[in-house]
């Protein structure tokens, strides 16, 4: 283990603490940090300076700890080695939260005040209460401060609020007095990316997305159709873009492979080199900056178009950088982004929202239009009741209807109902995921024209394929084969089920999709 400058900067600048040891009962933890800090900072700065970010600081720093500590501690009865453990952390480390930030099993940290920290698991979550979470605001406030300052931020009174990150793929949100009460302390949610590569038989065996939805997806990025992924905080989104991403990487075979990726903190854990088809993964990491000269998602992705992408990921946004996106997506660029959404096809008006804050003048269907071609499918994630995460829906948008979109329901998780303790709490959602609908003619015939293998599509939407695919191929086949019944394809009259017309209004946005109509069909398609 060793320390950054950061954590050098937070043992020299020695920052008080007004904190007593819970149970230390025979003396002042508060006095003995104090001094323990103070002497360290003021005798051994330059020491320690030169043994920064090497793994020999740790040790030094605790040899003098240790030093300093019994001088604090002479004639006093204390477990030397818990005080020195502790003390370190205060100085160095991050506390009590250190062992749960480089716990793997942890997703997600939240501060409400001082006295309350929740630790969340995929299964469960803790709590830290009272004696067992900060002493004081001060004591806490210290802590997420050099937390935040791992991400190059600063909190104080005058920038309160405050968005950083803690390593690569870990994020930090805080905000603190005064606009929280200074009694209460810092308010904190701490995400944490998992850094372990996720595998297409976790993402099946959990019941995340079925190997058909899975396939689907990778060929959509493979072959140049753009998508979006929509749910709120903690459905998955990043989780699914790595997963999709890495196998980009090992399925697509075209000269240019190019991916560049925009984030506002390095969270995407993606391959390396490609083993199948032995060359490094062609992958170009930006990062957004903050004040003072800042470097937005806009502008990263007005400069993308100039570094030859084949795919461009703005990994989530939150602003008009979704009008830029949309705009890439319309010449020529594929696109996978994320955002914040209530559903599938209400995702298409949550995206012209965002467009509007780029400050454009376009009238609200011309955007909606834009949208609509720039991610022809859309990925609703969520998490459930029992914490776990699901794909509930895929959805092809395929024109506008009275203000809304209309498509096809092309994937959907079906709840079929639940598990409860003795207590009535829910412990496990019991549901499976349904194929409803086909893909359009103009999708099918779009992703056959930029490569897609005929086989696989044939296989996950046959319905398209018997429109499709010519009818001769299938009579040819027929005669060579003597028989029809070994050709797997029929006639156009013999075709897919009717499309499953799915709409949304800006305002009033219903969650199944609507069955128009044939007398009053007068969708508008989206070239």
Request: charged share 25%; glycine share 6%; aromatic share 6%.
């Given at each position: ?14 920052k ?106 995929p ?17 806490e ?7 935040v ?10 920038t309160?609020?405050?968005d ?33 590569r ?5 993402l ?50 075209d ?6 990726i ?55 946004v ?13 010449t ?67 024109g ?12 959907r ?38 490569g ?7 296989r ?36 897919a ?9 800006p ?21």
């Amino acid at each position: 283990m060793s320390i950054s400058s950061y954590e050098f900067l937070s043992i020299i600048q020695a920052k008080e603490s007004t904190d007593t040891a819970p149970g230390s009962g025979s003396f002042d933890y508060a006095s003995v940090l104090e001094q323990v800090r103070s002497s360290i900072a003021a005798n051994h700065a330059q020491e320690l300076s030169a043994a920064l970010d090497d793994a020999e600081a740790a040790k030094a720093l605790k040899s003098l700890i240790m030093k300093y500590t019994t001088e604090c501690m002479a004639g006093k009865d204390y477990n030397r080695e818990s005080l020195v453990e502790r003390i370190y952390e205060d100085m160095a480390g991050l506390g009590i939260l250190t062992k749960y930030l480089y716990d793997p099993t942890v997703e997600e940290i939240n501060i409400n005040d001082y006295r309350t920290i929740e630790i969340i698991r995929p299964d469960h979550t803790e709590y830290l209460c009272e004696e067992e979470a900060f002493t004081s605001p001060a004591a806490e406030l210290d802590i997420v401060k050099r937390m935040v300052r791992m991400g190059g931020m600063l909190l104080d009174a005058q920038t309160p609020r405050v968005d950083s990150f803690i390593g690569n793929g870990t994020r930090i949100s805080a905000v603190s007095p005064p606009i929280t009460p200074p009694e209460q302390g810092v308010i904190v949610s701490i995400r944490k990316q998992n850094k372990n590569r996720i595998t297409r038989q976790q993402l099946i065996e959990s019941g995340t997305a079925t190997a058909d939805m899975l396939d689907f997806l990778t060929a959509c990025l493979c072959y140049g159709v753009s998508i979006g992924t929509a749910g709120g905080t903690g459905s998955g989104k990043s989780t699914l873009m790595a997963y999709l991403l890495n196998s980009y990487i090992t399925n697509n075979e075209d000269n240019n492979n190019r991916i560049y990726i925009i984030e506002d903190s390095r969270e995407l854990n993606l391959l390396d080199y490609d083993d199948i088809h032995d060359r490094p993964a062609r992958v170009l990491y930006t990062l957004t900056k903050p004040e003072p000269n800042p470097v937005t998602m806009f502008d990263l992705i007005v400069s993308s178009l100039r570094f030859h992408p084949a795919l461009i990921v703005p990994a989530e946004v939150r602003d008009g950088a979704a009008y830029q996106a949309a705009i890439a997506g319309q010449t020529g660029h594929t696109i996978l982004t994320s955002f914040h959404a209530d559903g599938a096809s209400d995702a298409y008006n949550r995206l012209v929202a965002l467009c509007n804050m780029a400050g454009t003048t376009l009238p609200a269907d011309r955007i909606l239009k834009m949208c609509i071609s720039a991610w022809p499918i859309m990925v609703f994630q969520k998490q459930l009741k029992d914490n776990s995460r699901r794909i509930t829906e895929i959805f092809e948008v395929t024109g506008t209807f009275e203000g809304g979109v209309v498509g096809n329901y092309l994937f959907r998780f079906i709840t079929d109902g639940t598990e409860r303790d003795d207590n009535g709490h829910i412990t496990r959602i019991v549901g499976h995921h349904e194929k409803l609908d086909e893909i359009s003619d103009k999708l099918f015939r779009r992703m056959l024209e930029n490569g897609a293998p005929k086989e696989l599509l044939k296989r996950l939407f046959p319905g398209t394929a018997k429109l499709v695919i010519p009818a001769k191929t299938a009579k040819a086949s027929a005669t060579r084969k003597k028989t029809s019944d070994s050709v797997g394809l029929e006639s156009p009259e013999t075709s897919a089920k009717p499309r499953t017309r799915a709409a949304s209004k800006p305002k009033a946005t219903p969650k199944e999709p609507i069955e128009t109509p044939d007398n009053k069909e007068t969708g508008e398609e989206v070239s």
